[in-house]
């Protein structure tokens, strides 16, 4: 299975600021996507992270809240803008390695707004 | 309609015994249900999967029972151990669009030694 790394594990942020977290795989996967687990909740698809075209959002989700780069078949970021203190969550990377179905997931980037 | 429904949301039970976690769903064009297991601090992982095309599927101790006309889905593991605890998501997803998944709303499992 691939060996997904996220980068912060964790961090404190101010209101009103953005962050920009990283995603890379160990292996070249053509689906990437980002979910968010809030506190003690259940997992939500945030986006689908397109090599070389713009990301697909899901209902709910924006672009200009949740920009996304993939610029290649290793490597993805998700910034989460302007934040606010709903915004404290667990944000996973996940990778779909041999289009089956089965996602693999990062260990997550727990961000918590103050 | 897209909605995946789990229950328990919390269970405790003894080392040796069966665990059983529940989930319903509505929409019939979901095709693909697997369970992911996810331990504190870690991202979630995949256990165990099933297509509506059997009943049942077996791996080691863990078990789903899923049943199409009821449009529900278990997991059974058996002879549970202190080792098993985490929570537990089930999750649905379709056709071509396969890695969408629709996650339950997790289980967190005690099994007390």
């Known amino acids: 299975s691939a060996v997904i790394s996220q980068k912060p594990s964790r961090d404190i942020c101010q209101r009103g600021t953005s962050l920009t977290i990283q995603c890379q795989v160990d292996?070249?996967?053509?689906?990437m996507f980002w979910y968010r687990q809030q506190p003690g909740q259940s997992l939500t698809l945030i986006a689908t992270a397109n090599q070389g075209s713009e990301a697909t959002y899901e209902s709910g989700f924006v672009i200009d809240k949740f920009p996304i780069s993939r610029p290649n078949l290793t490597f993805s970021t998700l910034t989460v803008s302007n934040m606010s203190p709903e915004d404290s969550s667990i944000y996973l990377c996940s990778v779909d390695q041999g289009n089956t179905g089965e996602l693999f997931f990062g260990e997550g980037s727990r961000l918590t707004v103050l | 309609q897209q909605q995946v429904k789990q229950s328990p949301q919390s269970l405790i039970v003894q080392k040796g015994g069966i665990s059983i976690i529940n989930c319903a769903y509505e929409n019939t064009a979901f095709d693909y249900f697997p369970w992911y297991q996810q331990f504190p601090g870690k991202g979630p992982a995949l256990l165990i999967a099933i297509r509506p095309d059997v009943s049942e599927k077996k791996e080691g101790r863990f078990t789903i029972s899923f049943n199409k006309s009821a449009k529900q889905f278990s997991l059974h593991i058996m002879d549970s151990q202190p080792g098993d605890s985490a929570t537990y998501f089930c999750a649905a997803s379709m056709g071509d669009s396969s890695y969408k998944l629709i996650f339950g709303s997790g289980t967190r499992l005690l099994v007390r030694p």
């Open positions: 292996s070249q996967v053509t689906m």
